[in-house]
């Protein structure tokens, strides 16, 4: 049990839709990374957000965005779904940004149809 | 590109074995991280380094950071230790997030 919540577990959308996943960190996480594991591969990073103010993104376009709220909630928006936007969306805290251990949360499996 | 790469991608091997897994990364970096991942998709931290070595139970983990390789050692496997096995590694800026290996499919067998 890391403590890091992820809802909803499952979620199906159409194509076109918008859609929320939340991350609840560990409390005094400031950190708080996102990422998109296709079926099959490695997660990929998505974005970071540090102390509520994003800190660092992957390669991914401007339709996936992300606010990190001072509770250590946090949550990924992501419009205009595209079929392959269908992946487990998983978010992990840490304390900071110095590198230390990583808390997963079990993931938001999303499937666009 | 700055790279991950993990050996070997899939692994079987009877109940009791010594088992290795290698990861080989590109450039310096600042942290390690070696994860399990089971069926359904929740992802365990078992390791985070930066050098050395370090023993959990059954696991051990070593890094060298002069030839940018690291193992996962499990001793006395048991089925239960069947998942996919990550490394991870958090690049020198570290704002890039982790960048992840393809993982290493491990089944043990009874």
């Known amino acids: 049990e890391t ?17 929320t996943l939340r991350c609840s960190s560990q409390s005094g996480h400031n950190t708080v990374s996102w ?24 390669n991914f376009p401007p339709r996936f965005s992300g606010l990190q709220f001072p509770n250590y909630s946090s949550e990924l928006n992501v419009n205009a779904l595209e079929l392959d936007d269908s992946a487990l969306y998983l978010c992990a805290s840490s304390l900071d940004l110095s590198g230390g251990e990583q808390f997963f949360g079990p993931g938001t499996r999303l499937t666009v149809l | 590109k700055n790279e991950v790469e993990q050996s070997p991608q899939n692994l079987t091997a009877q109940e009791g074995e010594f088992i290795t897994i290698n990861c080989s990364y590109s450039v310096g970096i600042s942290a390690l991280h070696w994860l399990q991942q ?18 959990h139970g059954r696991l051990i983990a070593t890094i060298n950071i002069q030839e940018k390789h690291s193992s996962l050692h499990i001793t006395a496997s048991h089925p239960r230790d069947s998942a996919v096995y990550i490394c991870a590694v958090l690049w020198g800026g570290g704002a890039d997030g982790l960048t992840f290996g393809k993982g290493t499919h491990l089944i043990i067998q009874p």
């Not at chain 1, 403590?3 to 859609?19: A, M, Y």
């Open chain 1, 35 to 58: 990422y998109q594991q296709a079926l099959g591969q490695g997660p990929q990073f998505i974005f970071q957000y540090y102390r509520e103010e994003e800190n660092g993104r992957g």
């Open chain 1, 3 to 19: 403590g890091v919540t992820q809802s909803p577990t499952h979620l199906i959308k159409t194509r076109g839709q918008q859609v």
């Open chain 2, 38 to 55: 089971h069926p359904g998709g929740g992802i365990v931290s078992l390791f985070m380094l930066s050098s050395g070595k370090k023993k």
